[in-house]
Structure formats: C-alpha cells, structure tokens
C-alpha cells in the first residue's frame, strides 16, 4: 500500500478502497433493484394513487365536525379496552414467568425444557393478536373474554422473550459468590438472579401494557372486545363523524396510557 | 451484645404505609372486579371448543394446493413492504430532525413530536381502514399504512439517537467554519447512520409482519389471502398460509437480526 | 486444617493450569499467595469451595474430603468456606443488610430467605460485625450506592457470616485505590486474629504481602515455588516468581519496602 501512496504521490485520498467500493455499489444495486422490482411489478391503479390525496382530503372533510353526541357510550367501552389490555397484561406476565425460566439457557433444567420454552416464546410471537383473536371470537364467542385471552397469549411471548433474555445477561459473578455460601439453587435464584431481572420485568410489563394498549383497540374488529366495534359500526355505516371522535378518544387513550406507563417506569425504575 | 438491634425490616418500596395499602388494595380490588365481571358463557366455551375441534379438523392437514396464490399473496406483501419501508424512512428523517429536541427550533420540534405522536398511536390496522376507505382496496391502501407506521416507528428512535449525539463534533465542524450541510454530513450523519441502517432493516422486517395482518382489512398481501381463507372456510389452505407466514417471519426475522448484528 | 495434596486441575484437554500442588494451612495464619497473572492462583482458592471442579488430588477441611462432596453436602461444606471476590460480587440491587445475609442462605429456610425474615441472632450478629467494620449505618442502603472499600467490607461480613472455618480471598484489593486497599488488608488480618480463622488471599500486591500476612506462597505456572515467612522473600525468590511476566517490575516495590 506504502508503496502505492509513493508512486502516485500522496494528494489522492479515497476513504474506501477499491473492494470496499465495489460492495458497498454492490449492495446500493441490490436495494435499488428490490425497489424498482418492487414499483413495477406491484399491481396498483396508479389513477386511484395520484387521484388519493382529494380523496383523503374529502374524508377528513366528512369526518369534521366529530360527532360527540354517542361520547358516553365511547368512554364507556373505551374503559372496557382498558380492562382487556391491563388484565391480559397481568395474565400475561405471571404465566410468562415460568417460561422466561425454562427458556433462558442458564437457567433451565435441561435441554427439553429449553426447546419447549423456546416453541412456546416463538409460536406466541409469531402469530398477531388480531390472529390470535380470530381464533378466541371462535372459541369464546364475540366478546371481551376472546379479546384478554387473545392478547394475553401474543403477550407471553414477548415478556418470556425480552425476560429470557434479561436472565441470560446478568451478572453471573453475584450467583458466583452465593453458591460459594453453600445456598440452595433457588435461593440463589431469589438472591441473585431475581433483583437483577426485577428492572427488566417491570420495563418489559409496563411497555407491553402499553403495546396492548394499542392492540386492544383493534381487537373489536374481529368481535373480540374493546372500542374497535363502535369504529368498525361508525364506519360501516359511513357515519364518519362519529369515527372522527373514535378515533379522537383512541388518540387520547394511547396518549394517556404513555403518560402513565412513562409515570411508573419513572417511579419504579 | 445486647446494644446491636435484633429486628430488621426490608425498607418498603412505598415508604407512606397509607399509601402502600392502599395501592395494594385498589389493585386487588381492580383486578379481582375485572375478573368478576367477565362474561364467561360456559355453555359458550364448550360448544366453542367443539367448534375449534371442527376448525382444527378442516385445517389438517394443512393444504399447499393453490401455491401459486400463497406465493403471489407473499411477494405482494414484500413489495408492500419494501415500497412502505423505502417512503416511510425517507419520510422519518426530516421528521426526525424535527422533532429532536437539540437541533429543532421549538415550533417546529412541537410539530415533530405531533406527527410521530399521531403515527404511533393508531394500530397499523385502523390506520388500514381508513385508507381503504380513502383510496380503495388493494396494496396502495397497504403501502401507505406502512408508511405511517414505519414513521411512528423510525422517526422516533432516530429522533431520539439525534438527541443523543456528541455536539462536541457539531462545534468542531462550527468552529472549522464548516456551512450548515457539511456540518450536517460531517458531524451528524456520521453519527446516526449505523443506528439508521439498523432501523431500516428492522423495519423491513417488521413492515412484512404488519403487512400480513393489514391485508386482513384489505390492504393487500398475505393478509388478504388469509382473510379470503377464512372467509371461504377454506381452513386447510389458512393454516397452510399461517405456516408460511411464520416461517417467513422466523427467517426474515433470523437475517435481520444478522444484518444489524453485522453492521453494530 | 486445609490440607491440599497432589491437586491437578485442566480445563478441557489442555495442559494442566494446576500441576500436583500440595499446600497444607494450619492454625489461624493469614497466608498469601503471590504470582503472575495465569499462574494459577485464581483456580486453586476456586477449586477449594469447588467453584471450579478439580482434576484429581485431594483437598481435606478439618476432616472433610471436599473433592468428592456432591449436592446437599457440597453446600454444607461450602457454608463452612467463607469467600471474597475481586469484584465484591454483590447483588447490585439488594440492601447492604440483605447482602450480608446472604451469607446466611444455607442455614436459613427457603421461607425465611424470600421473606426476609432472618433470625434475629442473625441480624444481631450481622449489626456487631457491620458495626466492626464499619458499615452498620449502610444498612439500609442499597449496595451500589457504596463506595469500592465499602463494598468490599459488605462482601467480607458476608463471608462472615457464614461462620467459617476458613476464608478465601480472591485479589480483595485489587479494584480498589491504594489507600482503601491497605485497609481492607489490615482489616482481614485483624479479623483473623480476632475470630482465629485462617486467611488464604490471592494478591498482586507484594508489598501488602509482605506487610499483612504471615506466610507467603509463590506460584508459578500452576506449581508452589516458593513457601515461607514474608522475610525470607528476597530479590531472588521475587525473580524466580515473576521472571520473564510484566510483574517483574515488582521487584522495585520490593526494594522500597526492605
């Protein structure tokens, strides 16, 4: 290289060399191509596209102004979409518990209870709440019970995931020096494992409470439960001012809800 | 030996004992109520699971029959997903600079916040319904919803790594007398982009997931597969396209996260 | 008594770390044991608590064959082999109280651990020796709000509290300041005096050696080469120990403290 830089003088600089260049051009093309693959192939009307922003425009036209006269019945079941994320929430985290444990790797029994707390963490995960509840509305019938189960079961796998994985990281030199004092392994679990995982347990439940938040919004669309029925209805019936205060009071819950969760991690963590 | 207390309490969590119980209390009660009150048909649930057993019997084994249209569903659901992820990120970067709080002017830093706000509070499938209404159903009505959602989701983390910079290498480039763009390539870019690389991937990723769900509302995909199915009780040929769309998820998830591990 | 006789220890199919090493400590004599990183110091102290699962060779405490001890009994030898670590290994999170009963943990019922309710001679014999070291008002306190030397004291009354027969000492000093360090020294060597415990310490720093303990022992790619009285360590015996390892240097502490 020493010699490169001599013979051709030493103003010439480049930050990539000549390799680093080509794959560097070689993955800009491949982005690129996936694009315009992407572009051309997608089947859209491309009238519908430059003719969208009127359109949207006239909606948002229809919706205003919100219609507030059904307010009472919106907070009411506005309040019921808050029940279903909290409770499903708290079933959640207890059962998710044993499952982070038998999941992460330096705490499980043995290689079976791993396999078996990973197929759980990954089929939970794998298929959305909206899936999920699908299934439930078929089991319990429409209603909030379909809605908590629904989202409790895509919750486990979330908090069992991010938990197992707390487990895994800690510090493994306290654990260390509680089994040099001769305790039991699950007093080396109460000791030294559980208040180091005890800030990420209390993070992960409060950011899923407020994920489920959300997702408890939407569950009513498949007849699980919560404010999405009285949206799914407004819109059906193009009563779009009524879906405007939907959607209002939907703001203002999710808006509401990261207040408090940012509230609780403020004071607990 | 007696001067040496023989009683210990572990300091409370809520020092204010009225407080603590009360917290205590409340939770009980507000659990021990929502659990009271729901609405549980027993009678409902057994036929329900009868039911379920009939779902389940349809659905096996499941059915790869009509390949050719779970294949067709998916590659639209990557195109949804790469245009979404392509205007969504283009999209979060002004955003973004708007609404960190160090470089953005106060007005415009409230209009940031607002619009990332705004994208992150609806579900992605609301988001869906509306534009279908808007602008019809099929996958524009997909790639737009991703587009907000990607921006609730983007903007804000990359606002937040804007407002975690070194402004030392800011002044530096000030103090060089560098114009604004420069000091902007120099001394900021430099700093955001492996986050930016890393978030980009993770929301291909994760726009490829929603778009499986957001075609149920029909935006297109995977989803609108699923959701026709469904609707055709067609249940060996829905598990057939639930399989594929977690293996996908499993393996994009796998080379996402090797990606970003890569470039970190 | 620790008696040590012909210990072998490697890890996977390697060359042994730990090379037919004998050593026997008796009576209550505070014995360091000196040498160059990778020679092995850490690995003996761990193989007499079994943190780490020795070769073959045998190792006696007061009559017990630790080496062949499995499950129930393992943690009942263990209670009796007190430890303190390079990196106090605390648990960050729990109170400075909670952490020195910890030490407690084999005695005390699985209840009791979770519950918080420990004996009461337990916690007035956890207060004697916190206020012996000198941190009876952390009590309260979580422990990563305390300084290095405060911590290292929590993770000495830990120990104690064990009531054991013998104390290992992992470099206690070597994350600490010098000053915080000559007293930590001088505290393990009062207390062993004060409670007749005999004291193994892992150390880098000669000059403590020298100072605080009794009996020296130098190791040396996994072999003792050295065993006797502080005074008897001279210019010679620091160059066959640290010879050729960026410890060598030590000779110049040496030098300063005859």
Known sequence: ???????????????????????????????????????????????????????????????YPPDTSNLG????????????ATFATALAVIVSLPVAYIAAQNTTPNRGTLWLGRLILVSSRSVNTIIWA???????????????????????GFIGKLLGEAIEEIDTRPVEALEATGASRFKV????????????????????????????????????????????????????????????????????????????????? | MSQHPDTWRKPPFIANALLRWAVYLGALAYFGWVAATMPIDWARVAQGIERAGRIFGGAFPPSFERGGLLIDGFLESLKIAILATVGGVALSIPIAFMAARNVAPLPVFYAGRAIIIIARSFHPVIVAIIFVKAVGFGPFAGVLTLVVYSIGFVAKMLAERIEEIDFGQVEAMRAAGAPYLSTLVYAIFP??????????????????????VVGIVGAGGIGATLANAFGRYDYDFALAITIVIVAVILVSEAISGQIRKRIA | MLKITDLVKSYGGGAPVLKN?????????????????????????????????????????????????????????????????QGFNLVDRLTVMENVQSGRLGYISTWAAIMRRYPKEDIRR?????????????ANTRADQ???????????????????????????????????????????????????????????NVTEARKYTDRIVGMRFGRIIFDDLPDALDEEAMERIYSGSPHADRGGDLREAS
């Not at chain 1, 191509?33 to 425009?57: K, N, T």
């Not at chain 1, 205060?245 to 999710?254: D, E, P, S």
């Not at chain 2, 700093?191 to 978030?199: A, D, E, K």
Request: with cysteine.
């Open chain 3, 146 to 204: 305390l300084s290095g030397g405060e911590r290292q004291r929590v993770g000495v009354v830990r120990a104690l509290m064990q009531e054991p027969e013998i104390l290992l000492a992992d470099e206690p000093t070597a994350s600490l300041d010098p000053k915080t360090s000559e007293q930590i020294m001088g505290l393990l060597r009062d207390l062993a005096g004060e409670l007749k415990l005999p004291v193994l310490i892992n150390i880098h």
């Open chain 3, 21 to 85: 090493l004998d050593l026997t400590i008796e009576g209550e004599s505070v014995v360091s044991i000196i040498g160059s990183s990778g020679a092995g110091k850490s690995t003996l102290l761990r193989c007499i608590n079994r943190l780490v699962e020795p070769t073959s060779g045998s190792i006696v405490l007061n009559g017990t064959e630790l080496t062949s001890l499995k499950g129930r009994q393992l943690r009942a030898a263990r209670r009796k082999i007190g430890m303190v670590f």
């Open chain 1, 1 to 63: 290289m020493t010699g490169i830089s001599e013979q051709f003088g030493r103003e010439d600089w480049s930050r990539h060399t000549p390799k680093e260049k080509a794959r560097r051009f070689g993955i800009f093309a491949v982005c690129a191509l996936a694009v315009f693959w992407a572009l051309g192939s997608i089947e859209i009307i491309w009238a519908w596209v430059w003719d969208s922003p009127s359109q949207m425009a006239d909606l948002f036209g229809r919706m």
């Open chain 1, 73 to 84: 019945s919106i907070l009411r079941v506005l309040w019921e979409t808050v029940n279903i």
């Open chain 3, 126 to 138: 956890a207060y004697e020796l916190m206020e012996r070291v000198g941190i009876a008002q952390y």
């Open chain 1, 134 to 156: 699908l299934l439930f509305v078929a089991i319990f019938g429409p209603g909030i019970v379909a809605g908590v189960v629904a989202i409790m079961f895509r919750s486990i």
């Open chain 1, 189 to 269: 679990i109460a000791y030294a494992i559980v208040p180091q995982v005890m800030p990420t347990f209390w993070a992960v439940a409060i950011l899923r409470w407020d994920i489920n938040l959300r997702e408890s919004t939407v569950l009513g669309l498949v007849g699980a439960g919560g404010i999405g029925i009285i949206l799914q209805g407004a819109i059906d019936t193009f009563n779009w001012p009524e879906a405007a205060t939907v959607l209002l009071a939907i703001l203002a819950l999710v808006v509401l809800g990261e207040i408090v969760s940012a509230f609780l991690r403020r004071r607990i963590l």
């Open chain 2, 191 to 212: 700093q955001i982009m492996p986050r930016q690389i890393g978030l980009t991937i993770y929301q291909l990723d994760s726009n490829l997931r929603a778009s499986a």
